[in-house]
């Protein structure tokens, strides 16, 4: 029988989300006073704006840090511009965006694909949403006690799938419920990543689930401290997923990026998305295709800022996106460099 739930942190994260959520759908539903609002022509005119608003994710993140180097960018562009960064979330930040109080932002590719089409935790159809560009895979990973072969070997076990809200979470229970497990047959202990590893440690858990790059920390933290095996994702699940799921593809673990698992020394099958960079379709031409184009230019500003920025490419610009409308400026930008548009 599933032991009782452990919740660690989960007011917080609902907290947050939501708040986040909340104050900018007044604002996309057109609730308020807002001067940043989705209609303002001094945001919205095919002339650059007077202030650039960007929004990543957790403070420290590659999403934030991503998102302070692209105001940076503005700020070397357009000289009279203001710019300001801030945190945000990949599910607030659809909301923000098409609201106006963002005007660039970084999410998932599936939730972008959700938020388009107003499903999910969505209210409405987001579909003034428009992509810049892929930068980045962000496979679903999960490292489990080596008894543990494949996602439904887990019936019955507990896992820690991260902080109920995110991405991360979400990605887990669905790998799980495409392999045949329930959320009712799993006792989850929700948690930050920072838990993660101890959680698995001190075997409170016998299994952590992540979304994000590779390498990733809370991965390699647990594989450091307990035996563990990299569970892959069938081909079965990976091909259903695709059709069924869009912004979903196929993503390899590469033999020896987590050497210390039982399976470390071959690839590892698994899914994920892609991080995207994305606005709204009534911004800037211009500024998004000047954006666009340092973005790539000036490509080891955003190494500087994070490693995992090393894995842009023109080839693979449009990973997770495919058939996404890109927004005019991106579009122009990414056909000039070459990228198959």
Known sequence: MPRKRLNFGRRKVLSTTLGLAGASLAGCLGGGDNGNAAGDS???????????????????????????????????????????????????????????????????????????????????????????????????????DPQYETFADLAGASIAPGEVGLSGYAAALMLLDYHGVSENEVDIVASGYGEMPSLYHDQTVDSVHVMGSLPHSVISQALSQRDGRLLPVSDSVRNQIMDERPGWTEIPIPANMFPEAENGDRDVMTAGTYTVIFTRKNMSEEVIYELTKKNFQDKQQMVDAHSVYDQM??????????????????????????ANV
């Open 42 to 144: 001094s945001r919205d005119s095919e002339g650059v704006p007077d202030a650039l608003t960007f929004a990543g994710g957790g403070e420290g993140g590659a999403w934030s840090l991503g998102a302070t180097v692209w105001g940076e960018f503005a700020g070397q562009t357009f000289s009279d511009v203001s710019t300001t960064s801030r945190d945000g979330g990949g599910e607030s930040n659809i909301i923000d965006v098409a609201g106006g109080d963002v005007d660039i932002a970084w999410t998932f590719s599936n939730t972008l694909y959700t938020g388009y089409n107003g499903e999910g935790n969505f209210p409405r159809k987001f579909d003034e949403l428009r992509a810049i560009a892929a930068v980045w895979p962000a496979p679903a990973m999960a490292v489990a």
């Open 313 to 338: 490419s023109i080839e693979t610009v449009t990973q997770g996106i495919d058939g996404f409308p890109l927004h005019p400026g991106a579009e122009r930008a990414l056909e000039e460099m070459g």
